[in-house]
């Protein structure tokens, strides 16, 4: 989430660069001052070119490979092409090059991201997947953090020529490179090895990360739902059959791609991309550059409060609260910028920041985190990446559309196109408010959350299937369970166990 916070704001940051419009403007369009800007249905491209890649790989070759080969073999794949594009559209020679580079980007993060959220969600203990899930989130903030941050230091140094704007893209290789190593020290997703029959690495990995008494009830329960599902769905693009086919399962991705869908239409989408535009009709390059920084800084402040509410407050009211928030915010922008006639005032200027950094307290814990928490953990786990990646792709569809639109409604519009992002947001909080609430419920019981009965047989573990199969009574199969806690392998219940897990 480094890697697509720092990707998505160095393009809002180097948009602004008098350097950059210079190198790629054609001179048919210029700014008030004169100079040579690149044109906004050119502009439009870079982001065009960046969420066509995301797309593509998102939706067709990250979750089937992620289901084939692990989690991590897509997170580290896009790494690699992330690395090797950021070099392409650092030393482009033309804008055709430059956006080409864009496109490769976004097909690196496009493996990466659709599976991200589910490793998250499938490793993370159901009291505080909520707040590992925020985390992510907040890493996105710190990349945008960055960023902006590289870009506030050599804006004010315009003897670096082209390099102010190539010193932004060029440290975007710097996380993926970090990222790269790290994850080689990571454990698999213990339900992508019970998938796979793996029980026995799955259970290793399960007490690497959690408390031992834990262990044992949460791989029964895993091995029941999981081998259930894959009984049903046998086959990897059986999930993608099972998506489309079946309306118990299509009926949440829906639901969950309106919700990605909506989250770019609360208007930060287009903040985050060309709030450089907007600040700019009001403050000088190095003003907005400042502005840009503490954006981000905010940003990632607010963020935290998702850590804290997530798991407390849980995900609907979240939604709402932050939906309404926004709405009321964008309506405030708007009404401020025609309320006031000189348009170059101070006062218009900084009511304006504080208005919009208002926007992102709401929007940061509530649509930007808490949309990844529950794409993350609705899915089964047979259909779980496809799920995700086609949920998730909706947000680069969405953005991809406003990449295009936006800078022509706010050219035409001006600060009165917030009045449709305040409209936008409010029928978001009333369509969110009849979801079922996911909180404190663990990934194997969210079809029963949703209606749809129990995808495997959630019982106690006195009436395990597993129990039965091994031929031992329910009471002995309690007691075993109970002793299972001090270290795996030493009593001969352990044994019993193991044997189990190793089917």
Known sequence: MVMLGYDASTFNTINDFTSWNAYFGDGSCTDSSNNTVVCPNVLGSVSTGYTTGIIL??????????????????????????????????????????????????????????????????????????????????????????????????????????????????????????????????????????????????????????????????????????????????????????????????????????????????????????????????????????????????????TLNSTFFVDRVGRIKLFIVGAIGMAVCSALAAILYDMIPDKSSDTLGIGLVVVLFSFIFFYKPTWGATTWIYTGEVFPIVARAQAVGIASQTQNISSLILGQVFPLMFKAWSFNVFFFFGCTNLALAFVISFYPETHGVSLEQIDELFGNGKVGPIEPLENSIEASNYGRTSSDTVMELKVMGSEPGRTSSSSAMNSMMNE
């Open 57 to 302: 790989t998102g939706f067709f070759v990250g979750p089937p490979i992620a289901d084939i080969w692990g989690r991590r073999v897509p997170m580290a794949a896009g790494c690699i092409i992330v690395i090797g594009f950021t070099f392409l559209q650092t030393f482009a020679t033309n804008f055709t090059t430059h956006v080409v580079g864009r496109a490769g980007i976004g097909i690196g993060l496009g493996l990466m991201l659709p599976v991200g959220p589910v490793y998250l969600s499938e490793l993370a203990p159901k009291q505080i997947r909520g707040t590992m899930m925020s985390i992510w989130q907040f890493m996105y903030s710190f990349g945008a953090f960055v960023a902006y941050s590289v870009g506030l230091i050599t804006v004010n140094k315009p003897w670096l020529g082209d390099w102010q704007w190539r010193w932004v893209l060029l440290l975007q290789a710097s996380a993926p490179l970090f990222f790269l190593v790290c994850i080689s020290f990571c454990p698999e997703s213990p339900r992508w090895l019970v998938l796979k029959g793996r029980k026995k690495d799955a259970r290793t990995v399960l007490y690497s990360i959690r408390a031992y008494e834990d262990v044992e009830q949460e791989i029964v329960e895993m091995i029941d739902v999981i081998e259930h599902e894959r009984d049903e769905n046998p086959g990897i693009f059986a999930a993608y059959k099972m998506i489309f086919t079946e309306w118990k399962f299509a009926k949440r991705v829906l639901m969950v791609m309106f919700i990605n869908f909506g989250q770019q239409c609360t208007g930060q989408n287009s903040l985050n991309n060309y709030s450089s535009l907007v600040y700019r009709t009001m403050f000088s390059e190095s003003s907005v550059a400042l502005i840009n920084v503490c954006n981000s800084i905010f940003g990632m402040l607010f």
